[in-house]
């Protein structure tokens, strides 16, 4: 029976043995060398903050026990508050509702533009346009230049002493009140800077992915009389499907991230609170660590199918 | 002949077709716009850095009468945050640049290597766990890991240096690189008689080093660039980019905004002297990498 199991955990790693006898000693002593420090961090800041995060969804605090500790409760207290939160009637500046109004208008207000953007610039710099040269690095730019700055410089440009206050001065047509400051423009004014910073998109994703293309096909094409609009929608754009495929994934995993420096914009004043910022108020600066749990759990539980639908659909139109 | 058809093959796509359309004119004109009011932005930033407080508040738009170059001397002696100079922030921002790429890169370059070349029981597991990870989005989770980081010891230490050790794994990039390495190059070196160690240091990780270098470039500006992480986890070490965040908050009212802005350029200084000068390793790595399709 022994004899047995040693044949069979043998067979088994039979099929692992891609390196000669003398190494084979050595190669699993390696392999656990040079995976150990990843499998731990995964298991501490993946699968063990996940699991506690699960954990503080139900929990309640409750008050604070004879040696000054916190005490909990099983309960789904932080769902309710959810609940009540969300079918709330009157309006709060400050909650998740507004939250995700906001994140959701810049969501969709920012990839309305940098999705058709992304693709323009991409098919232009894929057909190599004037200007290629420069313009493929200077776009790169945004991603380089640090967020506090460009923050820093496209504050002090519509404050209310700022340059396009100046401006409108100058022009003749009076002070531009403080476009960060007020709830009708505040918004705006953090789309525009994200529309500012994120432009190009994911120019260089999907111009790399053009560029793969078989010369052979567009030559072929060409022949045939193919105009611009038919040689990107009807040839390259089927062609590159993988990538739109990833990139619309990571659109909508990222439909409850989308928020732009609100910190360094608004600090969250003007209703421009959004899920991102939410967090940072809940956690950071109001300690509170059950509620923003349950939240993500509820936003989890939203996104994840919505994900896998969306691969599906996407899989779906690749294989049509 | 044989030149000729080499040259012909390599010929990327897309490289035909007339220059001048309404289209490349219309975009053209638009990429130019934007890229106007990029650099447009920075230019006032630094003819700002050259006025005076009071000048600057009396006229944004105009040139400074003065050109006060002496402002980026004053922003070394008046920028401080959290009672850090700007020395000590500086400081900061290199350590906080330089160790978790490298921390980052090295662990990732050890795991991805062997999942690159190794055939071990568990292998298939992982990368179904990295599979997972890519498409299935956990929303939420910053208060545990935030529980954690301070249960660990890690918040407000350079301990948070842990949280940059590389996923389970490694990076599909690092991956990628050491798949095109050839394996025989290793098989030559064992059969001289080097361990598995030997042939990652010594031979599969040099020839990794380009792609390598090129992660660790983008990594470091984004550290370099990242305000957030030490505003959560590091007050007390505060780089140069939270550092000018505080000192707009500190001063508010009082802000010397020629001062703030001459301090800011000196920020971008690093990211963009490191991107020029990489430029070409970025661009390859991102325009050859990405994903098939």
């Known amino acids: 029976m022994r004899e047995d199991t040693k044949n069979k955990i043998k067979k088994y790693f039979e099929r692992y043995h891609d390196y000669p006898k003398p190494l084979r000693k050595g190669k699993y002593v390696f392999i656990f060398c040079m995976l150990i420090l990843t499998v731990l961090r995964w298991a501490i800041f993946y699968v063990a ?13 409750t008050g604070y026990g004879p040696n000054n500790e916190s005490i909990y409760q099983w309960s789904f207290a932080n769902f309710r508050l959810f609940w009540s939160e969300m079918t709330y009637q009157g309006w709060a500046a400050q909650s998740f509702k507004a939250a995700l109004k906001n994140t959701l208008f810049l969501f969709v207000a920012g990839n309305a533009v940098t999705i058709p953007t992304t693709y323009l610039i991409s098919y232009y710099l894929y057909k190599k346009m004037p200007g290629t040269k420069h313009f493929i690095w200077i776009l790169y730019l945004p991603s380089v230049l640090s967020s506090v700055v460009m923050v820093t410089i496209f504050r002090n440009i519509v404050e209310v002493n700022g340059l396009v206050s100046a401006l409108s001065i100058a022009m003749g047509k009076g002070a531009v009140t403080d476009l960060l400051i007020s709830e009708k423009t505040a918004k705006w004014m953090v789309w525009c800077y994200n529309t500012w910073m994120g432009f ?5 994703l999907v111009t790399a992915a053009l560029k793969r293309i078989p010369e052979e096909i567009i030559e072929s094409a060409q022949l045939d009389g193919v105009t611009p609009k038919t040689e990107f929608f009807k040839i390259l754009f089927p062609l590159i499907w ?7 994934l990571q659109k909508v995993t990222a439909i409850l991230s989308a928020d732009g420096p609100i910190l360094l914009l608004t600090g969250g004043s003007a209703d421009t609170y959004t899920i991102g910022f939410w967090y940072y108020d ?4 109001s300690h509170s660590y059950e509620y923003p749990s349950a939240v993500g759990l509820l936003m989890t539980l939203v996104i994840a199918p919505i994900a896998l639908i969306v691969k599906k659909l996407t899989d779906k139109v690749e294989s049509y | 002949m044989k030149m000729e058809k080499t040259k012909k093959t390599k010929k990327q796509s897309g490289a035909v077709g ?14 130019l716009i934007y890229c106007a009011t990029l650099f447009g932005a920075i230019a006032w930033a630094f003819l700002t850095s050259l006025k ?13 009468k003065e050109w006060l170059f002496s402002n980026y001397i004053k922003a070394f002696e008046q920028l401080s945050a959290n009672g850090n100079n700007i020395f000590v922030m500086f400081g900061n921002s290199l350590w906080l640049s330089i160790l978790p790429p490298t921390i980052n890169l090295f662990t990732s370059a050890m795991a991805s290597y062997v999942m690159a070349h190794y ?10 766990i990295i599979i997972f990870m890519m498409t299935m989005p956990i929303m939420g989770n910053a208060a545990a890991t935030y529980k954690m980081y301070i249960r660990l010891g890690m918040y407000n230490s350079p301990l948070i240096l842990l949280r940059n050790i590389a996923n389970l794994g490694g990076s599909l990039l690092v991956i990628a690189a050491f798949q095109g390495v050839s394996k025989t190059y290793a098989e030559a070196a064992f059969l001289d008689g080097a361990g598995h160690f030997t042939v990652f240091f010594r031979i599969m990780l040099p020839q990794a080093m380009g792609v390598l270098l090129a992660l660790w470039t983008m990594e470091f500006i984004s550290c370099w660039n990242d305000y957030m992480t030490p505003i959560m986890y590091l007050p007390d070490y505060t780089p140069i980019t939270t550092g000018l965040y505080i000192y707009q908050k500190e001063t508010e009212r009082m802000l010397n905004v020629p001062i703030l802005f001459a301090g800011s350029l000196m920020v971008l200084i690093v990211p963009v002297v490191m991107f020029t ?17």
């Open chain 2, 119 to 128: 055939k071990f029981p568990g292998r298939n597991l992982i990368w179904s």
């Open chain 1, 242 to 248: 993988p990538t739109v495929q990833v990139l619309l």
């Open chain 1, 282 to 285: 809940q956690v950071i600066l």
């Open chain 2, 18 to 31: 007339s220059k001048w359309t309404p289209y490349s004119i219309i975009v053209g004109l638009v990429i």
């Open chain 2, 52 to 64: 005076g407080r009071i000048e600057y508040i009396r006229s944004p738009i105009t040139l400074p």
């Open chain 2, 277 to 293: 000068c990489f430029q070409d390793k970025f661009m390859n790595l991102s325009f050859g990498g990405g994903i098939k399709g």
């Open chain 1, 200 to 204: 190009p998109g994911a120019y260089v």
């Open chain 1, 49 to 61: 903050v996940n699991i506690d995060s699960f954990t503080m969804a139900f929990k309640e605090f």
